[in-house]
């Protein structure tokens, strides 16, 4: 699909639209090849200095460093005066070009002062055109409400993707078949979640932790949701199931430290975890008992599944990983 674009702009807003609609991950190796073949067509200073407009560099200045290209903030330098200003061209009303601007300056690394300028300059003009009353462009203030609260690469991308899907059906660029299909997988995607969700929120209730131990976080939704945070993608799917169940059981061992048990009961506690032996919490009242009880078993259980699935005994690690 890529492929077809003739012009780079094209390529690049392609490539973007995929990505903050979340179907990228259908055409990562071809977004990989396009990316790739555009950074070594030629050198950076040569390709930067061919594009029109500052909207088109600094787009393709996001996307190379978003797929770990090295490109130096020299690319912004022809639009900087004599005194290291942008010249007076990018106080326009172009706020498309000031929110792509705006985007790909969140993407530098430490030193680099012409983004850092950037950052400061583009946000100021931004939040002065969200405060004006000469621009009734509801749609545009919005996009530019939205990009102020959060830059793009801060944000967890499934509650973007959500948002992006409405703000690009009204788009006048709008390709309707990649509309419906980023409105079909993300509905599909959504009925794997509330599998997932039913079935780590079942392993919840069965375990009864809260019920023995009413002073620990029961957040298991908030929990699940740092997990779609991490990975997104249905073949993530064993990951964000085990990802749940070990923030669960973490935040709980954390409050069963920071609010409740004492030195004595602590220690004990501890050293059942570092010797991995359920015989050692004898003594210790039942709700410490079953909290390590569920550690155990949810480990070797996570165990035990990657063993039938992938052939990979990964209990050592797991142990290892939980004890330090």
Not at 187 to 208: C, F, G, M
Not at 257 to 268: I, K, N
């Amino acid at each position: 699909m890529i492929y077809k674009e003739e012009l780079l702009r094209d390529k690049l807003e392609l490539v973007d639209a995929l990505q903050q609609l979340g179907v990228a991950y259908h055409f990562k190796d071809e977004i990989n090849c396009v990316i790739t073949n555009i950074y070594k067509s030629m050198d950076q200073i040569s390709l930067f200095a061919t594009l029109d407009d500052l909207y088109e560099v600094s787009l393709l200045f996001r996307l190379l460093r978003m797929h770990g290209f090295s490109v130096q903030e020299d690319v912004f330098k022809s639009y900087l005066d004599d005194k290291g200003n942008y010249k007076a061209k990018l106080y326009s009303d172009n706020i498309k070009e000031m929110i792509s601007l705006y985007q790909a300056s969140f993407f530098a690394k430490e030193g680099e002062k012409v983004l850092e300028m950037t950052r400061h300059l583009t946000t100021k003009h931004l939040t002065n055109f969200l405060e004006s009353s000469k621009y009734d462009n509801s749609r545009l203030k919005e996009q530019v409400a939205h990009a102020l609260e959060l830059p793009l690469n801060w944000r967890m991308q499934r509650l973007h993707t959500r948002w992006f899907i409405e703000q690009y059906k009204t788009d006048e660029q709008i390709r309707p078949a990649l509309w419906e299909l980023a409105v079909l997988d993300f509905n599909s995607i959504q009925n794997l979640y509330k599998k997932e969700l039913k079935q780590v929120s079942r392993w919840w209730t069965d375990l009864r932790l809260y019920e023995k131990l009413p002073f620990i976080r029961d957040r298991l939704v908030e929990n699940y949701i740092w997990s779609v945070g991490f990975a997104f993608e249905p073949e993530h799917s064993s990951y964000r199931i085990a990802m749940t169940q070990a923030i669960c059981l973490i935040t709980t061992i954390d409050d069963i430290y920071d609010v409740y048990g004492s030195l004595d009961e602590l220690e004990v506690f501890t050293n059942a975890i570092q010797q991995w032996d359920v015989t050692a919490t004898e003594g210790l009242p039942e709700n410490f008992r079953m909290c390590i009880l569920a550690l155990f078993n949810t480990v070797e259980h996570r165990s035990s599944e990657v063993l039938k699935e992938k052939g990979l005994n990964i209990t050592p690690y797991l142990r290892r990983a939980v004890i330090n």
